[in-house]
């Protein structure tokens, strides 16, 4: 299985930047999906994240500005984030559960300028 994340870029606050985390290989569903997010010295903390059930949940900091959606038909988990912030800047990276194993993305950079 391998994971191919795209949608990042550099964008001015208050902007709006949609992920894209397509799954190739042969799988059936998409158990567990999330985006985590890597800031410059900072530790990989959890963005959103979406059980089977398509129940969300997000970091406070994110809440009523990002959302996590998956398309199973594609494969591919999305995460829409809107009014965004300086401090949304870092690598976001696809973590994604499969019949019981663990997959990331290579990452994609996210940078929101003042």
């Known amino acids: 299985v391998q994971l191919v994340e795209s949608g990042g870029g550099l964008v001015q606050a208050g902007g709006s930047l949609r992920l894209s985390c397509t799954a190739s290989?042969?799988?059936?569903?998409?158990?567990?999906a999330a985006w985590y997010r890597q800031a410059p010295g900072k530790e990989r903390e959890l963005v959103a994240g979406?059980?089977?059930?398509?129940?969300?949940n997000y970091v406070d900091s994110v809440k009523g500005r990002f959302a996590i959606s998956r398309d199973n038909d594609k494969k591919t988990v999305y995460l829409q984030m809107s009014s965004l912030k300086p401090e949304d800047t870092g690598i976001y990276l696809c973590?994604?559960?499969?019949?019981?194993?663990?997959?990331w993305g290579q990452g994609t950079q996210v940078t929101v300028s003042s």
């Open positions: 973590y994604v559960l499969i019949a019981g194993q663990t997959y």
């Open positions: 290989g042969s799988i059936f569903a998409i158990n567990y």
């Open positions: 979406l059980s089977s059930s398509n129940t969300p």
